[in-house]
Structure formats: structure tokens, C-alpha cells
């Protein structure tokens, strides 16, 4: 997210928006195109299979955030992880609603809370085993988590559990070996994990869930960040070889691995290789004639495909078209831009152009608040500075006043970033620099592989302090489907962190701050559901946030792909059931 020069930045962005109006909504866009697809693997298994045998291709843009199932937050790195990863709990491989409630995975039931929602406690399944026959006990989880807490180790996954869990000072197994010494879990025996918190959170069975950050690892197997181009297998695939970052790696199957014990993954393929590093337009290509199988970041076609798949009534056949559960929208650095200023950005923003950007009514819905309507008690909130409405260009008069009022009445330069890899956020850039320059403000972009943008450029807080980065393109699937797995990670001051960090606009509100540390003691989910909608209207109040849309995804599947189905977990297909008819 950043900028080169003005003028030619200029052009690049009337170029951009004269291309993106040709990309329409609506039922019809004028190029003969529907966004009427089949929509058969939403709610329901599209072309159920047991067939065994072939390889599974699997591909990506960019890479892996990690294959390190605890150093990973990408929803589809999440989704991939469960191919070779068990955790204590899981997302049940089910469609429609269902796929979003808790369901045990290593352990035998979900966590039973005591002590008013502090102590949480899981009994392991026994006789469960690694891919070398060696049994997973609950050492193997306490340490799992343990590692969590050095960021400088394991930079992308999520905070929570060292934010959470009652161990304070505790700086993570590479500093201190002697695992005795991190009391926010306790294992009184090899089978019982016990999680202790700092203060009562009845979410905590939802957290617990959505990472791979319980998947078990053996402290003698662990080599630090090292670990993550060869994690130890306890799921139905183990790794070949090890990983090759930026190309990618292949999984074959692990015969330690009992389908009586998992039902929530399948062993059907011999082999699944992810393929890393590959131009999004020929992953398109590749996926539309059967070649590769899965596009992984499950965030759907770009313009190419899209177009190519909404002219043909036979591709059409083969595309789902469902809300992504993403909600895609811009942080602004609140730490080097001032209230006002943010306002004219938000004002002179062109939703339209944006919107477009994302393929129009095929890309998502224009939004009003950041939580989208998958989260439970999510409010439609009201507009702050813009306007949800198709054609909408934005408010050029509002965002001078804004500037004037800023002090800066002509105009002020800042970077932008995006993710290079995606051409939907390239668009999106663009469109803001010819918008935003028509008051005045002036984008210099800069794109970065999605592999790192979200830990060591826009997900870093002194890489953005250092070059000045203004805003940027971004993107959140809830963690879990309330307010506080939707909006913490995102808005909290206590969830900022060096690496991977969630809120790249360092959103520092006194009153946010204080209904984050207040609501993990409410019991009641109505009175919780009214303070996460309170945050979501402060965060767009505060022009920390230009909204864009609720995401829908336009994705392929090949015909040979069996057991396809929108996991609203993930929001994407269900990648560990997947098989092929040939």
C-alpha cells in the first residue's frame, strides 16, 4: 500500500475506473453476462464421493502465510491446515449453518467451563497418534499453546491466548524451556488440558476453534520458526518433504491417521499438492480447464475468469456464487492522519468504483457496517461520511469542508498499500488515488505479496511508522461468528502487535479499549451484541475505516472435484473432505 508519481498515478487511476465501469451488477451488465450460476455446493454436498486415488492439485497466488498450523491467520491457510493438523476442537465438514458450531476434534467433548467462565477443561481422546506412531497426550497441547506467546518465533498467528489466558510475564518456550513455568495451562495428566484465564470469557469454546493454535506439537520435534516448512502430521496427510516457501509442497497420506476417530476429514486423494506463486490470471485459467483443482485463498475468480464463466452456460453449471462471510474494506493509519483529514478521505472516497472493483453485484453487497450480516446480532449500522448506494462517486464539497477544517485545504500526500497478487485490491487502490485526487489527496501506491503484507508491511506496525503508510487494502473473516471474533482482533489497542498484526490503522479509542476489557465479563449475548455494535459505529465514526463491501465469492469447481461444498466457517470451499471422480 503505497504511491508513485502524481500525474501518472493520476492516469493510471482514470484508466482503472473507465475499466471498472465495464464491470458491472446487476443481472445483466451489458456484455451479455448473468451472474445466475448453479449455486449447487451451497448448503448441500455437490457430487458426493468415496472414491480413492489420484492428486489433488491445490494452488495459490502468493504462498502460505505458514504451514506452522500455530503460526498461521489466513482463513484459507486455516481451512488447508486440517489435511494434516487435528486440533481440540473443530469446525464440523458440514454446509450451511452447522459448519460454524464447535464440534470435538482431539478432544472428547467441548471445553467445560468452571470457576464463572475462568478454568476451561478438555479430556483428550486416547490412543490418538502422530504421523511417527508416537501418542498425542496433553503436554503436546499446553506446549502448542505455550509457543503462542513469542511473537518473535511465531509472527502471524492470532493474540489471543497470550491477551487471554492467566500467565503473565510468560515470554514462550524458547526463552524458558521448563515448561512448568507457564501456568496459563495445566495438565494434571496426559489426557485433561486445563485453560486458565484472567478474567471470565464464555466465548472461549468459539476461540478455542477457529486456529490451529491447540494442534498438538512435541516439544523434541520443535525447531522454532524452522518448524514451520515440516509440522508434524496428526491429521489424515502428513508433508512429503519439507515446504518450499514461494513454491510449495506436497502431502501424502499418513497411515498413523484413524477415520474412526475424525469424522470431519476424509483420506480420498493419494497425493494434494499446493502449488505456490502462481499469476492469478493462469491459476484462473488452469482451475477453469481442470488442470488445478482449488483456487486456496477461496476468495473467487478474477475479472478474466469471472467474465468467462458468466458468458458460459456450461461453466455456470460448475460456479457458486455465495456471501463470503469476509467483509473487505480500508484502515486508515489513525496515528499519522488526523480526524478530519480521515473524514474528507471517507468523503471524497467513490464506493461505486470500489465496489466494481469487486465485480459489482457478483463481488458483494456495498456496506454500511464492518461486521457483515454472518455475524451473529450484527446491527446494519448507519453511514458516517459516505453513502451505500450503487453509483455513488462520493461527496467532493463534504471532503474539502473536512479538509479545510483539517487545516489542510489543499490536499496532502500519503502512501497506500495493497496486495500485489490480488488484482481486485489493485483496483481498489487505483480507484481511491483517482478519487481521493480530486480533493486533493494524493496516493502513492505500493503492492506487496499477500504472503507478507499481513506480517511485515501493512501488518506491521513499524514498517507502516517508517514509510509513511496512510491507508491500505484489507480484509477480515470472523475468527468466530459474534462481534468480539469479529471486531477485536481488528479494533482493540491490547491486540496491536509487531508481526501479524490485525489492525493496521492502530485504531486507539479510549472508549473501544474499555468495552473490550469490560465485555468478556458479560454473560448475557444480547447485552455483548450491543457493545460490539457500538464498536463497529465508533470505529466508522471515527473515519478509522473506509467500508467497501460484504463479500461474495465467485468460485469454480472443476467437474472431476467431489464433496464440494461452501464451508460458512472459512468461507470458502471445505478442503478436507475433497476428493476426485478421476
Not at 461505486?352 to 446480532?377: F, K, N, Q
Not at 514498517?463 to 477480515?476: A, D, H, Q, R, S
Request: aromatic letters at 10%.
Amino acid at each position: 500500500m503505497r504511491r508513485p508519481k502524481v500525474l501518472a498515478a493520476a492516469a493510471a487511476g482514470t484508466l482503472a475506473l473507465s475499466l471498472l465501469s465495464a464491470c458491472g451488477g446487476g443481472d445483466d451488465d451489458g456484455e451479455g453476462t448473468s451472474t445466475k450460476v448453479s449455486n449447487d455446493a451451497i448448503g448441500k454436498i455437490h457430487n458426493p464421493s468415496d472414491r480413492r486415488g489420484g492428486t489433488l492439485k491445490m494452488a495459490t497466488s502468493s504462498d502460505i502465510d505458514s504451514i506452522d498450523p500455530g503460526d498461521m491467520y489466513y482463513a484459507w491457510a486455516n481451512n488447508f491446515a486440517r489435511l494434516y493438523s487435528r486440533m481440540l476442537l473443530t469446525y464440523p465438514a458440514k454446509p450451511g449453518a452447522e459448519g460454524w458450531k464447535p464440534v470435538p476434534d482431539l478432544a472428547e467433548s467441548l471445553g467445560q467451563p468452571s470457576d464463572d467462565n475462568k478454568t476451561w477443561t478438555y479430556k483428550l481422546k486416547k490412543g490418538l497418534k502422530y504421523e511417527d506412531g508416537r501418542e498425542i497426550t496433553a503436554k503436546d497441547i499446553k506446549y502448542a499453546v505455550a509457543r503462542t506467546f513469542d511473537r518473535g518465533v511465531l509472527r502471524n498467528g492470532p493474540s489471543y491466548f497470550s491477551q487471554l489466558l492467566d500467565a503473565d510475564g510468560y515470554k514462550g518456550p524458547y526463552k524458558d524451556k521448563n515448561l512448568d513455568h507457564f501456568k496459563g495451562v495445566t495438565t494434571p495428566d496426559d489426557y485433561t488440558v486445563v485453560f486458565h484465564l484472567k478474567e471470565p470469557f464464555a466465548e472461549f469454546n468459539e476461540l478455542v476453534t477457529f486456529s490451529g493454535q491447540t494442534a498438538p506439537v512435541p516439544q523434541d520435534k520443535d525447531k522454532g520458526e524452522r518448524y514451520g516448512l515440516h509440522p508434524v502430521s496428526s491429521g489424515p496427510y502428513k508433508w512429503e518433504k519439507d515446504y518450499q516457501p514461494g513454491k510449495g509442497g506436497v502431502l501424502v497420506r499418513n497411515d498413523q491417521w484413524d477415520q474412526s476417530t475424525d469424522p470431519n476429514r476424509k483420506q480420498l486423494p493419494d497425493r494434494i499438492e499446493l502449488i505456490a506463486g502462481m499469476n492469478a490470471d493462469e491459476l484462473d485459467n488452469q482451475l477453469l480447464s481442470g488442470q488445478i483443482h482449488v483456487d486456496l485463498p477461496g476468495t473467487g475468480v478474477q475479472d478474466n475468469a469471472r467474465k468467462a464463466i458468466l458468458t458460459d452456460p456450461e461453466k455456470r453449471k460448475n460456479a457458486d456464487n455465495p456471501p463470503g462471510g469476509f467483509s473487505w474494506y480500508n484502515p486508515i493509519n489513525t496515528k499519522l492522519i488526523p480526524l478530519e483529514c480521515r473524514k474528507a478521505m471517507v468523503w471524497a472516497a467513490n464506493r461505486d468504483a470500489m465496489w466494481r472493483a469487486y465485480g459489482g453485484d457478483v463481488g458483494g453487497e456495498l456496506s454500511t457496517s464492518i461486521m457483515p450480516p454472518s455475524v451473529e446480532g450484527r446491527q446494519k449500522g448507519v453511514d458516517h461520511y459516505t453513502k451505500a448506494e450503487k453509483g455513488y462517486t462520493g461527496n467532493v464539497e463534504e471532503a474539502k469542508k473536512a479538509l479545510q477544517a483539517c487545516g489542510k485545504p489543499n490536499g496532502f500526500e500519503t502512501k497506500m498499500v495493497y496486495r500485489s497478487d490480488r488484482p481486485k485490491e489493485k483496483a481498489v487502490a487505483e480507484a481511491l488515488q483517482q478519487s481521493l485526487g480530486r480533493v486533493g489527496i494524493k496516493l502513492t501506491l505500493q503492492g506487496y505479496p499477500a504472503s507478507t503484507y499481513t506480517n511485515d508491511q501493512f501488518g506491521s506496525p513499524s514498517f507502516v511508522e517508517k514509510n509513511g503508510i496512510g491507508l491500505g487494502t484489507y480484509g477480515w473473516h470472523a475468527d468466530w461468528p459474534t462481534g468480539y471474533g469479529y471486531l477485536q482482533a481488528i479494533t482493540d489497542k491490547d491486540a496491536i502487535v509487531e508481526s501479524g498484526n490485525a489492525n493496521p490503522g492502530l485504531f486507539d479509542n479510549a472508549e473501544v479499549n474499555k468495552i473490550w476489557d469490560e465485555v468478556v465479563k458479560i454473560n448475557d449475548p444480547n447485552k455483548r451484541n450491543e457493545l460490539y455494535n457500538k464498536v463497529d459505529d465508533i470505529y466508522r465514526r471515527e473515519a478509522a475505516v473506509i467500508p467497501n463491501v460484504y463479500a461474495k465469492s465467485l468460485l469454480y469447481r472443476p467437474p472431476t472435484l467431489t464433496n464440494v461444498f461452501f464451508h460458512e466457517g472459512y468461507g470458502m470451499y471445505n478442503y478436507s473432505t475433497l476428493g476426485l471422480s478421476g
